[in-house]
Antibody
Framework: EESLVESGGGSVQPGGSLRLSCAAS????????MAWVRQAPGEEGLEWIS?????????FYADSVKGRFTISRDNGENSMDLQMSSLRDEDTAKYYC?????????????WGQGIQVTVSS | EIVLTQSPGTLSLSPGERATLSCRASQSVTSNYLAWYQQRPGQAPRLLIYGASFRATGIPDRFSGSGSGTDFTLTISRLEPEDFAVFYCQQYTSFPLTFGGGTKVEIK
């Protein structure tokens, strides 16, 4: 059964950094594009923030995080990371690790349970 | 950027009733690259529909999607107690990938 488990969340001050990781299992990781989607507190709307292709060569970012966040993956370890720097109050959210149905131009088929990131002084 | 507008914001219905949710795009969603997700309180979103009308694995057939271009609809033919949740549409035809603001289906 497909599983995505996020780790690395927590509280950080504005301007700080945090690295999220996603451990995948139950499927052939290197065949699927992966993504991060976040949701502000109170289960407000969903915001896509980044997608990485199955091989890692194609990457997309939302403007809100471009230049501050870096997505990466290790197909040998079945894992994906999100390095977040220059964090702002508005980055406070639950971050979901998500698997696309196949390529990057497909729907989000599986979601992790999410991990909380809080940016506050 | 494709902006998705969902309506209504809240739908108050009773179990057994039919729910009709709308998602309108600011520009054409080519190839019908439009998905619907359900999010129950405290849970991660779940894929219901992709390609505007294809049910995801394990989704009951009371859920159906339709539409093309800029107007899309999610229909729940007869609401079950577990269907009361927030529903989001999402386009994946172009980056940035975007979601609608959501429709909450609540028990009347």
């Amino acid at each position: 059964e497909e599983s995505l488990v996020e780790s690395g969340g927590g509280s950080v001050q504005p301007g700080g950094s945090l690295r999220l990781s996603c451990a995948a299992s139950g499927f052939t990781f290197n065949k699927y594009a992966m993504a991060w989607v976040r949701q502000a507190p109170g289960e407000e709307g969903l915001e896509w923030i980044s997608t990485i292709s199955s091989g890692g060569s194609t990457i997309f970012y939302a403007d809100s995080v471009k230049g501050r966040f870096t997505i990466s993956r290790d197909n040998g370890e079945n894992s994906m990371d999100l390095q977040m720097s220059s964090l702002r109050d508005e980055d406070t959210a639950k971050y979901y690790c998500v698997r696309h149905r196949s390529s990057w131009r497909t729907a989000f088929e599986y979601w992790g349970q999410g991990i909380q990131v809080t940016v506050s002084s | 950027e494709i902006v998705l507008t969902q309506s209504p914001g809240t739908l108050s219905l009773s179990p057994g009733e039919r729910a009709t949710l709308s998602c309108r795009a600011s520009q054409s969603v080519t190839s019908n690259y439009l998905a619907w997700y359900q999010q129950r309180p405290g849970q991660a979103p779940r894929l219901l529909i992709y390609g505007a009308s294809f049910r995801a694995t394990g989704i009951p057939d009371r859920f159906s999607g339709s539409g093309s271009g800029t107007d899309f609809t999610l229909t729940i033919s007869r609401l079950e107690p577990e269907d009361f949740a927030v529903f989001y549409c999402q386009q994946y035809t172009s980056f940035p990938l975007t979601f609608g603001g959501g429709t909450k289906v609540e028990i009347k």
